[in-house]
Nanobody, 125 residues
Framework: QVQLVESGGGLVQAGDSLRLSCAAS????????LGWFRQAPGRKELEFVA?????????HYADSVNGRFTISRDNARYMIYLQMNSLKPEDTAVYYC?????????????????WGQGTQVTVSS
């Protein structure tokens, strides 16, 4: 498995930008698709946000963030990023990075077997 540690969360105003980072360790990192999920306040389920294939050549976004968020990865540095622009109050959540069991891009939560501890993003109106 891959170990993951998120950082970069915080309190911002609507319309601001924020970049989340996720530091990974584990020899299989570069062979795994990666993703970001979020859990909004008061909700139990994790919402898919974005995913990127092992090579970085394919990405997929939730409709709610498409055009505003960008996922990227640096396999040489064992890093995953989520650039979030034009943030909205409804983006407020704990954001988790995750590593998939597959190399292909996926948005299915059960196909991710390694998770970080999460980082809080709060967007005020």
């Amino acid at each position: 498995q891959v170990q993951l540690v998120e950082s970069g969360g915080g309190l911002v105003q609507a319309g601001d930008s924020l970049r989340l980072s996720c530091a990974a360790s584990g020899r299989t990192f570069s062979s795994k698709a990666l993703g970001w999920f979020r859990q909004a306040p008061g909700r139990k389920e994790l919402e898919f946000v974005a995913a990127i294939s092992a090579s970085g050549g394919s990405t997929h976004y939730a409709d709610s963030v498409n055009g505003r968020f960008t996922i990227s990865r640096d396999n040489a540095r064992y890093m995953i990023y989520l650039q979030m622009n034009s943030l909205k109050p409804e983006d407020t959540a704990v954001y988790y990075c995750a590593a998939s069991v597959f190399a292909r891009v996926t948005m299915t939560r059960t196909e991710f077997d390694s998770w970080g501890q999460g980082t809080q993003v709060t967007v005020s109106s």
